[in-house]
């Protein structure tokens, strides 16, 4: 298994632009969540999905769309980006509803000039 | 509303010396409690969990816990500390939610640092 993959590493964007983050995973996971790490902040919760079709908002959800059409990837795009998003993004999922361990991907760092 | 801290951003310790990284919680009823470890740009990695029964937990790495639910306390402790322990430890609360929702508030996170 390759676990949780995210595509690309880092990314420079200009404000304004517009983006897609790929996050793809392949244990069968039924639950998908997209983090920023920030520093000093920890990791906060942007979106999350329980399952294909099922999605809701995290902590800061604003200014990221997510959709999940399919079991095995979480997309989060930036529709007009903006210096704030400059951040490192983490995608993660679980199956496990007893234990609740999430499993993360590497991340991708994007920075907004 | 569910919220973490952890106590210093930074610790230091030598090697072969008792590592202790602070975490309290608030909570209106007990959480599910984690602790991550992220090495240098990678992503996070599970250390151990609490979610019912012993409140001592064992992890990996040498690594445990103990849930003390008067002190609203998850404190993670590792008796001899390594070169290899070098790293930013996070902290992690998660709500007892239906439908498998799982939203982990995480802590600030801890940078540990090894001296030889």
């Known amino acids: 298994n390759a676990g949780v993959t995210q595509t690309p590493k880092f990314q420079v964007l200009k404000t304004g632009q517009s983006m897609t983050l790929q996050c793809a995973q392949d244990?069968?996971?039924?639950?998908m969540s997209w983090y920023r790490q920030d520093p000093g902040m920890g990791l906060r919760l942007i979106h999350y999905?329980?399952?294909?079709?099922?999605?809701d908002q995290g902590e800061v959800p604003n200014g990221y769309n997510v959709s999940r059409s399919t079991t095995e990837d979480f997309p989060l795009r930036l529709l007009s980006a903006a210096p704030s998003q400059t951040s490192v993004y983490f995608c993660?999922?679980?199956?496990?509803?007893?234990?609740?361990?999430?499993?993360f991907g590497p991340g991708t760092r994007l920075t907004v000039t | 509303a569910q919220s973490v801290t952890q106590l210093g951003s930074h610790v230091s310790v030598s090697e072969g010396a008792l590592v202790l990284l602070r975490c309290n919680y608030s909570?209106?009823?007990?959480?599910?409690l984690f602790w991550y470890v992220q090495y240098p740009n990678q992503g996070l990695q599970l250390l151990l969990k609490?979610?019912?029964?012993?409140?001592l937990v064992k992890g990996i790495n040498g690594f445990e816990a103990e849930f003390k639910k008067s002190e609203t306390s998850f404190h993670l402790t590792k008796p001899s500390a390594h070169m290899s322990d070098a790293a930013e430890y996070f902290c992690?609360?998660?709500?007892?939610?239906?439908?498998?929702?799982?939203?982990?508030?995480f802590g600030q996170g801890t940078r540990l640092t090894i001296n030889p």
């Open positions: 999905s329980v399952g294909a079709g099922i999605t």
């Open positions: 909570s209106s009823v007990p959480p599910y």
């Open positions: 609490y979610t019912t029964g012993a409140t």
């Open positions: 992690a609360v998660s709500p007892v939610l239906m439908q498998g929702a799982q939203k982990l508030v």
């Open positions: 244990m069968n996971h039924e639950y």
């Open positions: 993660a999922s679980s199956y496990d509803r007893v234990s609740y361990e999430q499993y």
